[in-house]
């Protein structure tokens, strides 16, 4: 018999499941499934009139289950594994994605009384639209001195689960008035599997400002809306689980679902970047993992606690025990190059792709490889959705700077590459300038495979990228919880000395073209000062029309 164990990644447009050998991490088979509807950011299921306002991003929470029924059995299969041989079962999540449930976990969204009401809805992560409320969910704690918030950077965004929940109650109070449980995915998909319901440690910490055993008080609730004084003491009452723990083990139905058997054990939830830092052997102090997809989530543990400003939090044990867990963020990344390649590339381009076989993306990449440092002429501020770290604020937009009727394709694309690899870059320095070193940049995720964007990213940031020997690091991240929580490991180091893998050094940063992306980043930090720091609130105002041109 060979142990083995199960992970399960769900993502912003999938759930990927992977199957893992216990004694050394080898992955022998995988298997994705796209969700039925995707990302709901026009119009509701099959509803189209019932449309979304602007930065509404909603999801489907049966979509989850597919996965179970359909990835991981072809997982399995793809493996040639014997069920029998699964010992552990463990999953990660998008955060903060969140749902309203009834009592039993019912998702709202599934009840024909609320079948056509937005805020029934699973919110993903990217769902921007509370940010009002997240505006006064910050300056509200800020003015009673709330300690909690130090330990946010001082801001909280409108991803996590208090400005949500804040949006559901003031938009639709019928909603908020049969929501028993404000559960985050990675819990809710845990319990449909185990028939138990127990919050992990790292949504609640970092997206439920969990700090120090405890939720903000129900006094700074009530002062945010009376009749949200009760939010953590009604919605959010469940015991809080520790990564790598066993929530239980699977239910007959999840069971049949996987093609598993009952015995299997099922870990606490996870989040999909900080589950990513284990089999990247990211669990000592220094070491950043950089998770590259749609968005970028920068995890690292220190062994020192600091206040970073504009950091998604820190919580001790967030990552692995026995350490601060930084987290902090990009909104935007490879949901910018996907834009920009829908909506800025004509069509003599496209036929050029297909004439040479190639993606878009493919062929942008190689004209824009061509070019030296700086050639292109532009500047751009990667904030089409927002501005996660350092500024926290999801009213903020992209900018290009440097347009002329010159301008090319490539040299959009480049020239947003390299604005994300500033972004990470100011995360880095900011962290760095808080007095929490960052020694090492770990990359993984699917933007690893593009050689111009690891490249841009060691020469601007100035750092050896080391890369997770991996296609799939969350859901391998998730395996080695699985086995921790299953007994294979005592706790999640030995599981990743055992089972993690890194190419070092596979990207080395260029010195000549560093010096040159030295100059382009301070124009970079020139534009965050004057258009993020209230330089000048154009963007702010920008919205506001917008949202009164739509309304």
């Not at 069920?83 to 976990?105: K, S, W």
Request: glycine residues 10%.
């Amino acid at each position: 018999m060979t142990d083995l164990v199960v992970g399960i990644d769900f993502g912003t447009l999938s759930g990927r499941a992977v199957v893992v050998r216990v004694r050394d991490g080898a992955e022998l088979g995988s298997a994705v499934h796209t969700y039925a509807h995707g990302v709901l950011d026009r119009h509701l299921p099959d509803r189209p009139d019932r449309a979304l306002p602007p930065d509404w991003a909603l999801q489907a929470p049966g979509d989850y289950i597919e996965v179970l029924k359909t990835a991981v059995p072809a997982a399995l299969q793809a493996a040639g594994a014997d069920p029998a041989d699964v010992i552990g079962v463990a999953t990660d999540f998008t955060a903060c994605t969140v749902l309203p449930t009834a009592d039993d976990g019912t998702p709202l969204s599934d009840l024909p009384e609320f079948a056509d009401r937005p805020h029934a809805y699973v919110k993903l992560w990217k769902h921007h639209a509370a940010q009002p409320q997240a505006d006064r969910v910050t300056e509200l704690a800020a003015k009673r001195g709330e300690p909690w918030l130090r330990r946010f950077g001082g801001m909280i965004s409108s991803e996590w689960e208090i400005a949500k929940a804040l949006q559901v109650l003031e938009e639709d109070p019928s909603v908020w008035a049969a929501t028993r449980h404000w559960v985050e995915a990675a819990d809710w998909i845990v319990w449909q599997m185990t028939g138990v319901y127990v919050r992990n440690a790292c949504t609640a910490g970092y997206k439920g400002q969990f700090v120090d055993g405890s939720y903000p008080s129900e006094a700074y609730f009530a002062d945010l809306n009376p009749a949200f004084a009760d939010f953590a003491a009604t919605r959010l009452d469940t015991p809080i689980g520790q990564l790598g723990a066993a929530a239980g083990t699977l239910t007959p139905q999840a069971a049949e679902w996987m093609g598993l058997h009952t015995g299997v054990v099922v870990a606490v939830g996870n989040v999909d970047a900080h589950v990513s830092a284990p089999p990247a052997q990211a669990v000592g102090p220094g070491r950043m993992v950089a998770i590259m997809g749609t968005s970028t989530c920068h995890v690292m543990s220190s062994d020192v606690l600091r206040e970073v400003p504009g950091m998604c939090g820190v919580v001790e044990g967030g990552i692995v025990p026995g350490l601060w867990g930084y987290e902090a963020g990009q909104s935007g990344v490879g949901d910018i190059f996907g834009w920009f390649v829908d909506n800025c590339v004509p069509a003599s381009y496209r036929d050029l792709a297909a004439s040479r076989n190639v993606s878009v993306h493919e062929l942008l990449t190689s004209l824009a490889a061509e070019q030296p440092v700086g050639a292109h002429g532009l500047i751009a501020l990667d904030w089409h959705s927002g501005n996660r770290s350092p500024l926290v604020d999801h009213e903020l937009s992209g900018v290009f700077i440097g347009q002329t009727l010159a301008t090319k394709p490539e040299d959009g694309y480049r020239a947003l590459i390299e604005a994300t690899a500033f972004g990470t870059r100011l995360i880095i320095e900011t962290f760095r300038n808080s007095g929490v070193p960052v020694e090492e940049l770990i990359v993984t995720g699917g933007l690893q495979k593009n050689p111009l964007v690891m490249q841009i990213y060691a020469d601007v940031t100035r750092m050896p990228l080391h890369v997770l020997d991996s296609d799939q690091g969350p859901a391998l991240g998730s395996a080695l919880h699985a086995a921790v929580a299953a007994g294979a490991y005592p706790d999640i180091r030995a599981a990743s000395d055992a089972m993690g893998r890194v190419a070092r050094d596979a990207w080395r940063p260029d010195l000549a073209a560093a010096e040159k992306y030295d100059a382009l980043y301070a124009e970079y930090v020139a534009l965050v000062d004057y258009f993020g720091r209230h330089g000048n609130d154009v963007m702010r105002r920008l919205r506001k029309i917008r949202r009164e041109a739509l309304s």
